[in-house]
């Protein structure tokens, strides 16, 4: 039997010569700094982690800021926290902190306090965003035509959606400036990478062509930064239209993979073609030539139809052998009826 030098008890065991009563009474296990400091940014509220910034409650911010500051003697035997914090002010908040936990079968629990001081600094893409900050330059034109309102809409929206799956995963990039221009559009965004992958997609899309010009636009860490302009030119075309070739009239079916679906309007026959045979082709007209017509008799191989625009019977081939509607979409071109083969485009 050993003897406590502070209270006389007869124990199996001592620790620094006190019995384990003595001992918890003497000694604290914990220990936190009276002053923590945390970073958040003021325009986006992300909280910085040495060097990233992450989007987090300010009171998550705080619970672990303060376990992280926590010294915990390793004899303890596990612990837990409890916390509670009163803001004071609008960047300081006073903490006071519970910890209970265990030494040789006998409970422990200390209580500390701090201050938690909340530093304010724009994160880097806030400060970017200020800076009016820009990588690349994705530029939408057309081939012998404006780009659509409604195609650079629809190719800002894919660049937002993508842009908002990075967000995701953690990683942000961001339109810096939207400048329309005579012959369409110039999107500034904040990532090359980005921006290359994001035009090689649209280019797989929606076809065209692509340049990529680079400008130096200043050193970093050495070595020389370029800011990238890509011409993304949509083709002449676009699904739903009709072209020509020689006294042939085609529909554009699908554009895809750079690929392009014909539908030869005399033969309702389909065909697959790479999108730079298209060059040799004529523009006859979108969708919008399409007029819808009554179909008076028909046999197995052909039909008689109200011409829209005369009025009067015309007999019109039937490509396949089906059985036609009441009426049916047409187009007129060079003074020929063609049945278009679809009921939507
Ligand atoms: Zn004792
Ligand atoms: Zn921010």
Redesign the pocket.
């Known amino acids: 039997m050993k003897i406590c030098i502070e209270c006389g008890k007869e124990v199996a065991e001592l620790y620094d010569g006190l019995c384990r009563e003595c001992y918890i009474k003497s000694y604290t296990f914990t220990d936190l700094p009276g002053r923590i400091y945390l970073t958040t940014?003021p325009?986006?509220g992300?909280v910085r982690y040495k060097n990233s910034w992450r989007e987090e409650s300010i009171d998550n911010a705080i619970r672990k800021a303060i376990k992280g500051s926590l010294t915990v003697a390793p004899e303890l035997e596990g612990h837990s926290i409890s916390l509670s914090c009163r803001a004071k002010g609008k960047s300081v908040y006073i903490c006071t902190i519970s910890i209970t936990s265990t030494f040789k079968g006998l409970e422990i629990t200390e209580e500390k306090f701090t201050e938690i001081i909340i530093k304010k600094e724009?994160?880097r893409?806030?400060s970017r965003k200020a800076g009016h900050y820009f990588e690349a330059i994705l530029q939408i034109r057309g081939d012998r035509r404006v780009p659509t309102d409604k195609e650079m809409n629809e190719i800002i929206d894919e660049i937002k959606e993508n842009m908002d799956n990075l967000k995701k995963q953690g990683k942000e990039i961001f339109i810096t400036k939207i400048v329309p221009t005579r012959g369409g559009v110039d999107i500034y965004i904040s990532d090359r990478g980005f921006t290359k992958k994001m035009v090689q997609t649209l280019h797989n899309k929606l076809g065209g062509t692509i340049k990529t010009t680079s400008k130096q636009s200043g050193m970093k860490d050495g070595r020389i930064q370029y800011r990238m302009t890509y011409l993304l030119r949509l083709p002449y075309y676009r699904k739903g239209d009709f072209v020509s070739k020689g006294e042939k009239l085609l529909y554009v079916k699908s554009i895809e993979r750079r690929k392009v679906q014909l539908v030869d309007m005399d033969s309702w026959e389909r065909k697959v073609i790479d999108d730079k045979m298209m060059d040799g082709l004529k523009m006859v007209g979108d969708y919008s030539i399409l007029r819808e017509a009554v179909v008076v008799s028909q046999s197995e191989n052909e039909a008689q139809i109200l011409d829209p625009y005369t009025f009067a019977t015309v007999d019109v081939k039937k490509p396949h052998q089906i059985k036609l509607e009441k009426t049916i979409k047409i187009v007129k071109w060079r003074d020929r009826i063609y049945l278009f083969p679809y009921q939507d485009l």
């Open positions: 940014c325009k986006c992300r724009l994160c893409s806030c």
